[in-house]
C-alpha cells in the first residue's frame, strides 16, 4: 500500500489513557533503522568448553511461561480518573509508562496482579515524548521485565501486548510487528519510528509493554490505537527512550510539569486524604531506604536548610519505622497541618532500641505539587 493510500486510510488515532482522543498526523517515513540480529560469539576451543557451554544453555520458555512471568510485573495505574498501565523496569521498584496515563499527578496510586495496592510517585515525565517513571518503594527488589537492548522489532515478529484496557485488570492479547517506523503527532506528544502491531489494544492499555512472544524481552510501551475495530496499535520503541528514563531513575525530576499532587479541590476531604497520603509515603520511603524520594517530597526551604548528604545522614542509624497513627488535623492559609505518631527502630551503641515521636507537618502546594513544607517533632511516652 502506498504512504498516499497509508495516510487517507487513517483519519484518526487515539492515546489510550482513558477516554484521551487526539488527531492523527502520519507523517511519511523518511528512512528505516537498520535491522541487524546479534553478532555469533566465538565458537568454544574444545569439547570441554562445548559441553560446558551447552549444559549452561536455558531451555527457551514456553509462551504460557512468558505470559506468567511477565504478568508478575505488570500492573494497573490509577491518576485521578484515568486508569492505564505500567510495568517494572528495574530493581529499584521504578515502573514504565505513559506520560499521558500520569498527567497532571505527581503520587498515583498502584496496583499489582495479586490486588495489592501501593502509592508511587512520578520522579519522570516527558513533555513531547509519550513516556514516565513512577517509583513504587513497595516494589524495590522485584525481579524486572527484560528489555530489549540488542533484539530489535522486525514485521512479522510474534508479541504479546499486556495491560488494563477497559479496566478488565492481566489482559493479554496477540499478534504481530504488522509494520515499523511509523511516525505522527498527538497533541502535546510526538510519536517517532513507532512500531505497528495487530494486536488488539484500547483504553487503559495505555503505557504496558510489548513483549516478545519468543524472547518475553520488552520492545515497547502501548500508547496508541486508530480505533477499535480496525486491530492497529502503535508501540513506542524501547530503545528510543531507555536513556532518558534510566537517566530519571538515576536523578529523578525536582519539578514535574502541570503536576498537581493528586489535589482537586483545596476545601474538600481529599486534601486532607492527600496529606495523610503523602507522609505516610515519606515515612514508607524512608522505611524502604529511598531516601532520594523522600527528599523530592519536602519542600524548598526545608531542602534549602538541608542538604541531600545530611538528610540521609539523618535516617541511616534507623532501621524501620512503623507508623503507629496519621491524621490531617487543620488546613489554613499556611497550608494542611498533619499529625504523625511512629515507632522508629534504630541502632545506638550497638543496640537496638525502639523509639515513638510525635511529629507535626505543614503540607502546601510548591509549583502545583503537594509537599512537606515544614516538620517538627518531640519524643513521646
Do not use: C
Not at 524486572?144 to 484496557?165: F, K, N, V
Not at 510489548?210 to 524481552?217: C, D
Amino acid at each position: 500500500m502506498s504512504k498516499r493510500i497509508w495516510a487517507s486510510v487513517i483519519t484518526s488515532v487515539v492515546i489510550l489513557g482513558a477516554g484521551t482522543v487526539g488527531a492523527l498526523w502520519i507523517h511519511k517515513s523518511l528512512e528505516q533503522e537498520l535491522q541487524s540480529g546479534p553478532l555469533l560469539a566465538a565458537a568454544p576451543a574444545d569439547s570441554a568448553q562445548v559441553q560446558a557451554a551447552a549444559a549452561k544453555t536455558e531451555v527457551p520458555k514456553t509462551r504460557k511461561e512468558i505470559i506468567e512471568d511477565s504478568q508478575k510485573r505488570v500492573v494497573t495505574i490509577i491518576s485521578g480518573d484515568s486508569q492505564g498501565s505500567g510495568f517494572v523496569y528495574n530493581s529499584q521498584g521504578d515502573l514504565l509508562t505513559n506520560a499521558h496515563v500520569v498527567e497532571g499527578s505527581s503520587v498515583v496510586t498502584i496496583r499489582t496482579l495479586s490486588h495489592e495496592e501501593y502509592q508511587g510517585t512520578v520522579i519522570g515525565i516527558g513533555v513531547d515524548t509519550d513516556v514516565a517513571v513512577v517509583r513504587v518503594p513497595k516494589l524495590k527488589g522485584m525481579v524486572p521485565l527484560t528489555i530489549a537492548r540488542t533484539q530489535r522489532a522486525e514485521t512479522g515478529d510474534e508479541i504479546l501486548a499486556l495491560g488494563s484496557p477497559l479496566g478488565l485488570e492481566n489482559t493479554v492479547t496477540t499478534g504481530i510487528i504488522s509494520g515499523i517506523g511509523r511516525s505522527f503527532e498527538i497533541e502535546p506528544y510526538l510519536y517517532s519510528n513507532m512500531i505497528q502491531i495487530s494486536a488488539p489494544i484500547t483504553h487503559g492499555n495505555s503505557g504496558g509493554p510489548l513483549v516478545s512472544a519468543t524472547t518475553g524481552e520488552v520492545l515497547g510501551i502501548n500508547s496508541a490505537s486508530i480505533d477499535q475495530e480496525s486491530g492497529i496499535g502503535f508501540s513506542i520503541p524501547i530503545s528510543s527512550v531507555l536513556k532518558q528514563v534510566e537517566e530519571w531513575s538515576k536523578k529523578p525530576m525536582t519539578e514535574l510539569p502541570g503536576a498537581s499532587g493528586g489535589v482537586t479541590d483545596e476545601d474538600s476531604d481529599e486534601y486532607y486524604s492527600a496529606g495523610e497520603d503523602l507522609v505516610l509515603y515519606f515515612y514508607e520511603s524512608l522505611d524502604a531506604g529511598d531516601y532520594v524520594t523522600a527528599y523530592s517530597l519536602i519542600g524548598s526551604d526545608w531542602q534549602s536548610s538541608t542538604n541531600y548528604e545530611d538528610f540521609r545522614k539523618g535516617y541511616l542509624m534507623t532501621t524501620h519505622v512503623t507508623v503507629d497513627e496519621v491524621k490531617a488535623t487543620t488546613e489554613d492559609n499556611a497550608g494542611a497541618q498533619v499529625s504523625a505518631l511512629i515507632t522508629a527502630e534504630e541502632r545506638r551503641n550497638g543496640e537496638t532500641v525502639f523509639q515513638r515521636y510525635q511529629l507535626n507537618y505543614t503540607l502546601g502546594l510548591e509549583n502545583g505539587q503537594l509537599k512537606i513544607l515544614h516538620g517538627k517533632g518531640k519524643k513521646a511516652e
